[in-house]
């Protein structure tokens, strides 16, 4: 009851005013049936405004540090993200990406729509990096479409660090389902799983129009953050 309460009474008539989206490809968000939509992720603020727009009710895997923040702020954050129906996935350790993939094919076994973000992070810098192939795994296994979605322009209004969003119109773009019933039985080759991935992150850069970068999101932040000069402090004067 939260979940459309939220949508339809409180966030989402407040978000389709100040953000005034442009969106292009609905229709290609079946009225029902389990399906998968892939986007790219910007933005704090992608979590809210895609599902806004969407008339159906749509589960997104949300990271477990969004469950787990201290103080007051992290509890608020928490029973927003949970009330709100999200799922929080552990991204540490070597069985996170089953995890995960439980999780969702969990959401698709009832039928309904699963939000992922296939880079696993939002991009740092507003590139398109390479996609994990976990929702390949999910979409072979479960045998349901996939709708590419971008999110154009809310890099600008809240990139990484920045609290509150600029108010700006963005736009969204969904691309027609793609079938890869072709590759029923295949969820655990790898190079079935592989192609399938990239095949998605083609169709969302065709939609976004992002530069593309062929590694990892978390590895080339890592990279720079260790490359980085140490940050210098202030001698204290005594």
Same mark, same amino acid.
């Given at each position: ?84 129906? @999200?799922?929080?996935?552990? +991204?540490?350790?070597? #069985?996170?990406?089953?995890? $995960? *993939?439980? %999780?969702?094919? /969990? ?81 655990? @080759?790898?190079?079935?799983? +592989?192609?399938?991935? #990239?095949?998605?992150?083609? $169709? *969302?850069? %065709?939609?976004? /129009? ?29």
């Amino acid at each position: 009851m939260f979940y459309y309460v939220l949508k339809y009474v409180v966030l989402g008539p407040v978000l389709r005013l100040l953000f005034r989206p442009r969106i292009e490809g609905l229709e290609s968000i079946p009225e029902e049936g389990a399906a998968i939509v892939a986007g790219n992720h910007l933005s704090f603020s992608d979590h809210f405004l895609m599902p806004a727009i969407i008339k159906r009710r749509i589960t997104f895997l949300a990271k477990a540090e969004y469950f787990t923040g201290p103080g007051i702020k992290g509890r608020l954050t928490a029973a927003f993200f949970r009330s709100a129906g @999200q799922i929080p996935v552990d +991204r540490s350790g070597k #069985d996170a990406g089953q995890a $995960a *993939i439980r %999780e969702g094919l /969990g959401v698709l076994d009832k039928g309904e729509l699963l939000g992922i973000y296939p880079e696993g992070t939002r991009s740092h810098d507003g590139r398109l990096y390479k996609g994990k192939v976990g929702v390949a795994v999910m979409a072979i296994t479960a045998q349901v479409p996939v709708i590419p979605c971008a999110m154009v322009g809310t890099f600008e209004i809240q990139p990484p660090g920045q609290v509150l969003p600029k108010i700006k119109r963005v736009e969204i773009r969904f691309g027609e389902q793609l079938d890869f019933s072709r590759y029923a039985g295949m969820e655990n @080759q790898k190079a079935a799983i +592989r192609a399938v991935t #990239d095949e998605i992150m083609y $169709a *969302i850069l %065709e939609l976004s /129009g992002q530069e593309y970068v062929d590694e990892y999101a978390a590895k080339v932040k890592a990279a720079e953050q260790a490359a980085a000069p140490p940050r210098k402090f202030p001698k204290l004067r005594r």
